[in-house]
């Protein structure tokens, strides 16, 4: 079974902090992707990687970055978090292939920004 | 027009109904399909991927119009637990677009 494990499920940080949220899959897989999850606004992807090292930008990049040092961690960082960056984000890993393979999410970090 | 469509509902049914939702996508190259199932406050889970040919699991049945561009989920016998939102999810394909409708509700009563 996958698993992809966030590190917090719960956050509380103030406006300025620099956040650093950690996702870790087990199943090898090459891609993951950070989403944020809003009441009446659905799933919004943040950034997404294929490989060590390579980050794409998703629909809401603006005030976040991303690290994928190793194949399996992918960090999602809040340079200067903000109170509209309050939120549940969710991390996700799927495999490559020649069709898309479904999508695994970790149980979310629910992100309070003061 | 929005990439992928659902009805919000909320859907109330009894237990033991039959219930049917629906999502219609907007790009005819889109390649897979999916749908999840959200508990509240929890992460979306996969429950069935939906195949050309349709496919079954249990009571939960997946259809896949391409002329059309709609997908669809049935559940018989509905039951308590299944009182949750169902995502259709649609992946274009060849790259990483992958397109969340914004879900339906279901609640299921005794």
């Known amino acids: 079974d996958v698993k992809v494990t966030q590190s917090s499920r719960y956050l509380v940080k103030r406006t300025g902090e620099k956040v650093f949220l950690e996702c870790v899959q087990d199943m090898d897989h090459e891609n993951m992707f950070w989403y944020r999850q809003d009441p009446g606004l659905g799933l919004r992807l943040i950034y997404f990687s294929y490989d060590v090292k390579m980050k794409e930008k998703g629909d809401i990049p603006e005030g976040y970055s991303v690290s994928r040092e190793k194949k399996e961690r992918f960090s999602l960082i809040l340079e200067s978090a903000s109170t509209n960056q309050t939120s549940m984000y969710l991390c996700?890993?799927?495999?490559?292939?020649?069709?898309?393979?479904?999508?695994?999410f970790g149980n979310g970090t629910r992100l309070t920004v003061t | 027009r929005k990439e992928v469509e659902q009805d919000p509902g909320p859907f109330n049914v009894p237990e033991g109904a039959t219930v049917a939702f629906n999502c219609t996508y907007s790009?005819?190259?889109?390649?897979?399909f999916f749908w999840y199932r959200q508990d509240c406050r929890k992460e979306p889970k996969l429950l069935m991927s939906v195949y050309s040919s349709g496919n079954e699991d249990g009571r939960f049945t997946a259809q896949l119009n391409r002329a059309s561009q709609y997908i669809s989920l049935l559940i018989r016998d509905s039951k308590l637990s299944d009182s949750a939102t169902y995502l259709c999810v649609v992946n274009d394909g060849g790259g990483f677009k992958t397109i969340f409708g914004a879900g339906t509700r279901l609640f299921v009563k005794a």
């Open positions: 790009n005819s190259a889109s390649q897979s």
């Open positions: 996700a890993s799927s495999s490559s292939g020649p069709v898309n393979s479904p999508l695994h």
